[in-house]
Each structure stands twice: as structure tokens, then as C-alpha cells.
């Protein structure tokens, strides 16, 4: 079974420039999620798709950030404009309910993006 | 909100020290556990998970963590670690009721010198 894959895995940008990061799940899980590790910091949730539709977003920073799963497959984020605050290693996970509130995500490889 | 700590920022063993990596977490209610590894070049991968039952539970490659509720921990524990264990380790927790958004600690990389 394939795992979860996300491309790029490196992108280097300059500030202003836009950046699409794309996230393709474990086929047949219904949930997808977007994180962020910043500079060495804590893995932060960013948001969760359900199939097509976000669940929860609560952890989207701000406007210039954008996601969508079309389909209910793949999933992309874009950032638009970057900033430098931007830059981190953002990772996708996807899960499939395997029992009342239990779930177990496994986790893509990481998308590095540096902003200059 | 939840929070979750990982004691330590970095650890140095010998092989065949034994590990323990601390994490407490926040949130009062009900809440799955997690400790899942990178290792350099390679992607997260889950190490070991607490859903219910027996709070002592055994995960991949000898790692066990036990889960202490009065305490709101969820050590991570090998007794004799390997130069291959080097790697960062993230604690992971997340609310029975909202089981898809989970709170990370900070990584708690270990070296392990040969």
C-alpha cells in the first residue's frame, strides 16, 4: 500500500511569490490533514478535510492561505503571497476512522519551503 | 487549549543506555496518545498509540510508553537503545471527542553515540 505523498518535497521562493504544496492521501482514507513545523518548533495543526469538505480550520494562520480537496482525493495548499514567517516544513497526514474516536494518521514525507 | 511538553530538547546516550523521554500533556478530559519518530531523511512514522485499556502499551522496534492519568503523562521508555534509534521523537495528543487535531510537543531529538 502506498503511503502518503507530498510534492515538492524542497521549494524555494522569494517573499511575494506564490507557492502551491500538493498532498496526495492513502487511497480510501476520507480524512486529510495539513501541519507545520516551524524552525524547530512544535508540529501545529493548520486544518482536516473530511473527503471534500474542511472540518476544522481553526489553525489556517491567516487569508494568504488557501486549501482545497477537490474530489475528495488530493489536497493542495496554497500560500499566496508568501512571507518569510512562512518557511517551515509542512507535512499531510490522512487517516480512516477505525473505531468511534479512535484514528490513527500516518503522515507524508514533508514539503521544506524556505521564503527569501 | 491543549498543550503537550516534552521535557527534554536533546538527548545523548551510549548504546545500550536505556530511555526514557518525558511528555505531559494539558487537556483534562479524554484524550488518545501518540509518539511517532523521524529519522534522519525519512518521513513521521507512528512508534506507538494509547486509545484505551491497559495504560502500558508496546509500539514498534522495543519502545513502550506508559500512561499515567493522575500525572497527564505518557513517557516513552526503551531499555537498551541502539545507535538506529537515533532520531527526533514527537509526543502527539489528541481529544477523544475531536480525534483528527492533534497537538504535538516540541521533538525531542536523541543521539545515540556507537
Known amino acids: 500500500e502506498a503511503g502518503v505523498t507530498q510534492f515538492p518535497s524542497h521549494s524555494v521562493i522569494e517573499k511575494g511569490q506564490t507557492v502551491t504544496l500538493r498532498c496526495d492521501p492513502i487511497s480510501g482514507h476520507d480524512n486529510l490533514y495539513w501541519y507545520r513545523r516551524v524552525m524547530g518548533k512544535e508540529i501545529k495543526f493548520l486544518l482536516h478535510f473530511v473527503k471534500e469538505s474542511k472540518q476544522d480550520e481553526s489553525g489556517m494562520p491567516n487569508n494568504r492561505f488557501l486549501a482545497e480537496r477537490t474530489g475528495g482525493t488530493y489536497s493542495t495548499l496554497k500560500v499566496q503571497p508568501a512571507e518569510l514567517e512562512d518557511s517551515g516544513v509542512y507535512f499531510c497526514a490522512s487517516s480512516s476512522v477505525q473505531g468511534k474516536y479512535q484514528e490513527t494518521q500516518y503522515f507524508g514525507p514533508g514539503t521544506r519551503l524556505l521564503v527569501l | 487549549a491543549q498543550s503537550v511538553s516534552q521535557h527534554n530538547h536533546h538527548v545523548i546516550l551510549s548504546e545500550a543506555a536505556s530511555l526514557e523521554l518525558g511528555c505531559n500533556y494539558s487537556?483534562?478530559?479524554?484524550?488518545?496518545l501518540f509518539w511517532y519518530v523521524q529519522y534522519p531523511g525519512q518521513h513521521l512514522q507512528l512508534l506507538l498509540k494509547?486509545?484505551?485499556?491497559?495504560?502500558l502499551v508496546k509500539g514498534i522496534k522495543g519502545f513502550e510508553a506508559e500512561f499515567i492519568k493522575s500525572k497527564f503523562s505518557f513517557n516513552l521508555r526503551k531499555p537498551s537503545v541502539q545507535w538506529s534509534d537515533t532520531a527526533e521523537y514527537f509526543c502527539a495528543v489528541n481529544r477523544r471527542t475531536n480525534a483528527g487535531k492533534s497537538t504535538f510537543g516540541d521533538g525531542t531529538t536523541l543521539t545515540v553515540k556507537p
Open positions: 494509547y486509545f484505551s485499556g491497559d495504560p
Open positions: 487537556y483534562g478530559g479524554t484524550v488518545n
